[in-house]
């Protein structure tokens, strides 16, 4: 015979189930009328421009230290270009991440439900988005940027271990500090045209992804095991703070002409860069906070990261 607490069991979970539905039918209705083909939506044979930014000189890493006052204009937008290229690069990475982690997360799931019909539908979105990051550094002509191979490695272990929630944090984590910066950079006249067009499509784009994962991750941290939800702390935590090392890739610095150890230095001890990138994890920590995955060990992590006062 059923328990009342089975029966309350069950009704949480068709509850959960049916409210993952209705999401999904909504995301999949907004990606029907906000999809871009960024091959046709881009004049991708349109010149550079000159003295035009490829990212707004606050966001640069080295942006208000000392080393930045001594660069001349020119050094700084130089810099300003392989930045880009260098989160572009991060980009691409976190989404090839992205992509495996959702193929993996819908593997059991009932293939005709709206659920796994959005996850696909993202997974297409976050194809045309790395091709379009790859094509934005190569038209800028700067190098593409790996991340150290400890951290590349790292992440074929996360991809084969991460449990549900963890996913969709470290998902989180990846989409929501590089969409805060987007959206101060496509409306910014001072930067590129292309640049400009690539950081509006994502940005529209990844607003459904945000929200996809966010249901998601708060639906899993009220029904998954206690082991998971304390799993996801300590992994988000520690996803943090290998995100903001790779956040920029030192060997840019030496590509502009510039003092590696000096400029890592000086980025690490710049009040403005830590404010920065505070600001543009905000929201996200503000909501992990929220649904209780910044408890415990997670916060100190996410404190020693600097991406959380």
Request: charged content about 30%.
């Amino acid at each position: 015979m059923t328990t009342v607490t089975e029966r309350e069991v069950l009704r949480d979970a068709l509850g959960l189930l049916r409210d993952r539905e209705q999401v999904a039918e909504r995301l999949l209705e907004s990606s029907a009328k906000h999809s871009f083909d960024p091959d046709k939506e881009l004049d991708w044979d349109a010149p550079l421009e000159d003295g035009k930014w490829f990212w707004p000189p606050e966001l640069l890493s080295l942006y208000d230290t000392p080393l930045w006052r001594k660069m001349s204009e020119d050094q700084r937008m130089e810099l300003a270009r392989h930045e880009a290229a260098s989160l572009a690069s991060l980009g691409i990475w976190f989404e090839i991440i992205l992509m495996q982690l959702l193929v993996r997360h819908i593997y059991d799931k009932s293939l005709t439900s709206n659920h796994v019909r959005y996850a696909l539908t993202e997974i297409a979105d976050e194809c045309r988005h790395s091709m379009m990051f790859a094509r934005m550094i190569k038209k800028g002509g700067a190098p593409a940027y790996r991340v150290p191979r400890m951290y590349h490695n790292l992440a074929r272990v996360l991809k084969t271990v991460s449990t549900t929630p963890g996913s969709f944090a470290a998902t989180l984590l990846g989409e929501e500090i590089l969409d805060w910066m987007q959206r101060l950079t496509f409306p910014d006249e001072r930067i590129q045209t292309i640049v400009r067009g690539v950081t509006r499509i994502h940005v529209v784009e990844e607003a459904r992804h945000v929200r996809y994962a966010r249901e998601e991750l708060r639906r899993q941290m009220v029904s998954a095991p206690r082991w998971e939800r304390e799993l996801t702390r300590v992994s988000c935590g520690e996803a943090a703070r290998v995100f903001a090392t790779c956040f920029v890739n030192p060997q840019v610095y030496e590509n502009v002409g510039l003092d590696r150890r000096e400029a890592v230095a000086q980025v690490k001890a710049s009040g403005h860069r830590r404010e920065v990138m505070q600001s543009g994890a905000g929201r996200l920590t503000e909501f992990l906070d929220d649904i209780g995955v910044l408890n415990g060990v997670s916060r100190r992590l996410w404190k020693s990261s600097g991406l959380l006062a």
